[in-house]
């Protein structure tokens, strides 16, 4: 069974930071994990999921350019833990973000709201 779980999100003002974790669990998953390229994509009200931002399993990162030089993805494979840390974070990074493979995905999380205030 895949699992993924998020969290972090919050409420935060213009120019604030929020730092994202997301961890894969199930014995057979936390394998396929580390082999994988992992992502952090989101989702806002009325628009389609996007991804944001990717990491391969050793670690080349690639960056949507809405958010390019303000997020950085990373992982811990020892832990099955996939992060995305968000400086400089604007109204418009309002979403739920979520964490799965790329491109093949699995089950959806729930997700974890990030909410940006003007």
């Known amino acids: 069974q895949v699992q993924l779980v998020e969290s972090g999100g919050g409420l935060v003002q213009a120019g604030g930071s929020l730092r994202l974790s997301c961890v894969a669990s199930g014995s057979i998953f936390r394998n396929i994990f580390r082999i994988n390229t992992m992502a952090w994509y989101r989702q806002a009200p009325g628009k389609q999921r996007e991804l944001v931002a990717s990491i391969t399993s050793g670690g080349v990162t690639d960056y949507s350019d809405s958010v390019k030089g303000r997020f950085t993805i990373s992982r811990d494979n020892a832990k099955n833990t996939l992060y995305l840390q968000m400086n400089s974070l604007k109204p418009e990074d309002t979403a739920v973000y979520y964490c799965?493979?790329?491109?093949?995905?699995?089950?959806w999380g729930q997700g974890t709201q990030v909410i940006v205030s003007s």
């Open positions: 799965n493979g790329s491109p093949n995905t699995w089950e």
